[in-house]
């Protein structure tokens, strides 16, 4: 079989200014290490492979490598042997991923239990292991990624020691909670923190206004955020261990996907056209509603600047994975939110359902979760369970729901403090944090500065 080839969600914008439009199609390896296009598009495979019913339900009680050995291989089967692959896998995922029980046949998947206690960890993890692996000897990689909380963490750690390969991690000064900055500062090694004056989107468009430099071009960069195919990838693959876990033969599953830059929610529409049978793809906000109100009205305005909210690492106001969206519905948005191309809204309001959860409601979530289930949540966690409450209250009841944990409470201690009265209990991964020592570069949201830093800092060769 001919292997996976990716294009640019640019590839048509002939005539506007400022892109030129990359018409090629690239590997999977090109585009992992490039991060994104030239023409500062997102790569898509030109084509997305099956995964049979009984392959999906040969996964019961399988442990949770065997799932992402089949999603893996269906999409790199023509680029790395199976034996490699299985090795990458093994060592990328040495953590469980609990599906907890709440009420009825509704779970919460807690896809905080790997290194830094966030569901980026899985995509994070598995991502450092093929880009070590592809990566070309001799000339050094430098990773830049933007974070709204968890993703630059669970980056570092799991880049941290890679041979050949540095990290930068970018992230909005005030907007991060103090565990969070913890974590951040205090990686070390090979992987250096900066600390931005600004906005998450702020962090993200530095980082692409440097992939997109041309004279930049000598320092090997590529990205460790999802705008990384390689990060869209292993998020495909939690959705099919999940449903081979809890499901019945050929039933439907609904899935809630606490939402800020859309690469969660994307590796599970990926899933559903891989041949999970997802019923409805939910997808909760917080008060950064550009999403929710595009489905109903039709029309897509960015929030600018995002808002600041409980939910910080959803701190999005224009998501990065929307041209992905876009792109598999018929559509095309650039990265500054232009609309070249409406999507199909019809197809994408039955596949997809959006509601933006305020943070009081984020906080009512919490509450009373636990004092009816006796389960703590954070508040991402809560804003997925809260999402899928609206939509069964709004559609009603489906038999067969699981809403993503993505995020340890332990994470947000003074907020469960304050609204529960208890201190979550503080995962392994997290044990003696406070008392580790580490210092970011702090920086405004300023290019030339930021270009200046990474010219007198970073090298070439390896």
Same mark, same amino acid.
């Given at each position: 079989?001919?292997p996976?080839?990716?294009?640019?969600?640019?590839?048509?914008? +002939?005539?506007?200014?400022?892109?030129?439009?990359?018409?090629g199609?690239?590997?999977?390896?090109d585009?992992?290490l490039?991060?994104?296009?030239?023409?500062?598009g997102?790569?898509?495979?030109? =084509?997305?492979p099956?995964?049979?019913?009984?392959d /999906?339900a040969s996964l019961?009680?399988?442990?949770?490598t065997?799932?992402a050995?089949?999603?893996?291989?269906?999409? !790199?089967a023509?680029e790395?042997?199976?034996?490699?692959?299985?090795?990458?896998?093994e060592?990328?995922y040495?953590?469980?991923?609990? @599906?907890?029980?709440v009420?009825? &046949?509704k779970?919460i998947m807690?896809?905080?239990?790997?290194?830094?206690?966030? #569901?980026?960890?899985?995509?994070?993890?598995?991502?450092?292991r !093929?880009?070590?692996?592809f990566?070309?000897?001799?000339?050094r990689?430098?990773?830049?990624?933007?974070t709204? %909380?968890d993703?630059?963490?669970?980056?570092?750690?799991?880049?941290?020691?890679?041979?050949?390969?540095?990290?930068?991690?970018?992230?909005?000064? $005030?907007?991060?909670s $103090?565990?969070q900055?913890?974590?951040?500062?205090?990686?070390?090694?090979?992987?250096?923190?900066?600390? /931005? +004056?600004g906005?998450?989107?702020?962090?993200q468009?530095l980082?692409?206004q440097?992939?997109?430099?041309?004279?930049?071009a000598?320092?090997?960069?590529?990205s460790?955020?999802?705008?990384n #195919?390689?990060r869209?990838?292993?998020?495909?693959?939690?959705? #099919?261990?999940?449903? $081979?876990?809890?499901? =019945?033969?050929?039933?439907?599953?609904?899935?809630?996907?606490?939402?800020?830059?859309f690469?969660?929610a @994307?590796g599970?529409?990926?899933a559903?056209?891989?041949?999970?049978?997802?019923?409805?793809l939910?997808m909760p906000? *917080?008060?950064?509603?550009?999403?929710? &109100?595009?489905l109903?009205k039709?029309?897509?305005?960015?929030?600018s600047?995002?808002?600041?909210? @409980?939910?910080?690492?959803?701190?999005?106001g224009?998501p990065?994975?929307?041209a992905?969206f876009?792109e598999?519905?018929?559509?095309?948005v650039? &990265?500054?939110?232009m609309?070249?191309?409406?999507p +199909?809204? %019809?197809?994408?309001? *039955?596949?997809i #359902?959006?509601v933006?959860?305020?943070?009081?409601?984020t906080?009512?979530?919490?509450?009373?979760?636990?004092?009816r289930?006796?389960?703590?949540?954070?508040p991402?966690?809560?804003v997925?369970?809260?999402?899928?409450?609206?939509?069964l209250e709004?559609?009603?009841?489906?038999p !067969?729901c699981?809403? !993503?944990?993505t995020?340890h409470?332990?994470?947000?201690?003074?907020? /469960?403090?304050?609204?529960?009265?208890?201190?979550?209990?503080?995962?392994?991964s997290?044990?003696?944090?406070?008392?580790?020592?580490? &210092?970011?570069?702090?920086?405004?949201?300023?290019y030339?500065?930021?270009?200046?830093?990474?010219?007198? *800092?970073l090298?070439?060769?390896?």
């Amino acid at each position: 079989m001919e292997p996976i080839r990716y294009y640019s969600t640019n590839r048509n914008l +002939d005539g506007v200014p400022g892109i030129t439009p990359f018409k090629g199609h690239v590997s999977f390896r090109d585009a992992l290490l490039q991060g994104q296009a030239p023409d500062e598009g997102l790569y898509m495979p030109d =084509r997305i492979p099956c995964i049979s019913r009984e392959d /999906i339900a040969s996964l019961k009680g399988k442990p949770y490598t065997e799932a992402a050995m089949l999603v893996a291989d269906a999409f !790199l089967a023509e680029e790395i042997d199976a034996a490699t692959l299985r090795s990458i896998i093994e060592d990328s995922y040495p953590f469980t991923v609990p @599906l907890e029980h709440v009420v009825g &046949r509704k779970y919460i998947m807690r896809l905080d239990q790997g290194p830094t206690a966030s #569901f980026k960890d899985f995509a994070a993890r598995m991502m450092a292991r !093929l880009m070590g692996h592809f990566r070309d000897r001799g000339r050094r990689l430098h990773v830049l990624v933007a974070t709204s %909380g968890d993703t630059g963490s669970a980056v570092g750690e799991s880049f941290k020691g890679i041979e050949g390969i540095d990290v930068y991690i970018l992230y909005p000064r $005030g907007e991060v909670s $103090g565990r969070q900055k913890k974590q951040l500062d205090t990686i070390g090694g090979n992987v250096q923190a900066i600390s /931005i +004056d600004g906005k998450f989107d702020d962090c993200q468009n530095l980082v692409k206004q440097a992939f997109a430099d041309p004279s930049l071009a000598y320092l090997s960069f590529t990205s460790a955020n999802s705008i990384n #195919f390689g990060r869209i990838l292993p998020q495909m693959v939690y959705y #099919f261990y999940a449903y $081979g876990q809890i499901s =019945r033969p050929g039933e439907g599953i609904v899935v809630s996907v606490p939402s800020g830059n859309f690469g969660n929610a @994307l590796g599970c529409e990926y899933a559903r056209r891989m041949g999970l049978p997802v019923e409805k793809l939910v997808m909760p906000t *917080n008060e950064n509603d550009e999403f929710p &109100r595009f489905l109903e009205k039709g029309t897509y305005e960015k929030v600018s600047p995002s808002l600041a909210c @409980l939910s910080n690492a959803m701190n999005v106001g224009h998501p990065s994975n929307l041209a992905r969206f876009f792109e598999l519905y018929g559509g095309t948005v650039d &990265r500054t939110g232009m609309v070249h191309r409406n999507p +199909d809204v %019809g197809a994408m309001r *039955n596949h997809i #359902f959006s509601v933006s959860i305020s943070d009081e409601e984020t906080k009512r979530c919490i509450k009373k979760t636990y004092e009816r289930y006796g389960i703590v949540l954070e508040p991402h966690g809560a804003v997925g369970w809260r999402g899928l409450e609206t939509y069964l209250e709004c559609y009603g009841d489906f038999p !067969l729901c699981v809403s !993503l944990e993505t995020a340890h409470p332990a994470k947000f201690p003074d907020e /469960i403090m304050k609204l529960l009265g208890i201190t979550p209990e503080t995962p392994d991964s997290m044990k003696g944090l406070d008392e580790k020592k580490g &210092r970011p570069v702090r920086l405004p949201a300023d290019y030339a500065l930021f270009k200046e830093y990474l010219q007198d *800092n970073l090298r070439s060769e390896a």
